[in-house]
């Protein structure tokens, strides 16, 4: 019956706009809590400014109890001090601290650019309800694609359990693709277009330099 009202009281305390992003609850050390997790400025495009959007409440009768750090509604504030997040693409990675979103308890945001086209995981990792989270959410290269909810009860770590997964969000687009009136090349492109016509300019160079050097010794 618990887990029955957790999710009925989801469907009407979550955001419309928090169906764009992945929606995760999990019991931490015995008490539920919901994490909305996405990208700032969805869709991401490379080069664009984005962030790591996470949103932390406390659902059931926990949010109606709990007092310490906690505001109106179940928002978890105060998570900045025991969490951080890791960017990952491939083998590159990135901590970055999570600082809160002004007049909205229980949001955060680290803001970064993407440079490439590629999956992108957040991981955030820390202390919460005076227990140690490892949790990783990566980006759908389909984008948010419509799902049904995952209600079952998965074993992330010690005293921590994944209940409740439903939603996805987007991966790095294409800059190129986003471009009006006519596509616009990424950092790297151009970049990658500069360093060919410079190495194109000194093949030049250097063979105007040896046909001189030829006519010199024909002369």
Known sequence: MKRIAVFALLALVLPASAFAHETHVFEIN?????????SLNEPIVVDDKTGVSLSVSMVGHEAMEATDHHAAGG???GLEESLKVELI????????DLSPVYNTPGSYKAPFYPTVA??????????????????TFSCSPAGHTVAEEDK??????????RVSKTGSYGCPTEKAEMGFPEESASVADLESSTSQGMWGIGFG?????????????KS
């Open 30 to 38: 015995g008490e539920n809590y919901q994490f909305v997790v996405g």
């Open 75 to 77: 928002a978890v504030a």
């Open 89 to 96: 693409a491939g083998d590159k990675k990135k901590t970055l």
């Open 118 to 135: 590629t999956t992108l995981s957040y991981r955030v990792f820390g202390t919460i309800n005076d227990t140690p989270v490892d949790l």
């Open 152 to 161: 079952n009860r998965v074993q992330i770590s010690d005293k921590v359990f």
């Open 205 to 217: 160079v250097l063979g105007i330099a040896l046909a001189g050097f030829a006519l010199m010794r």
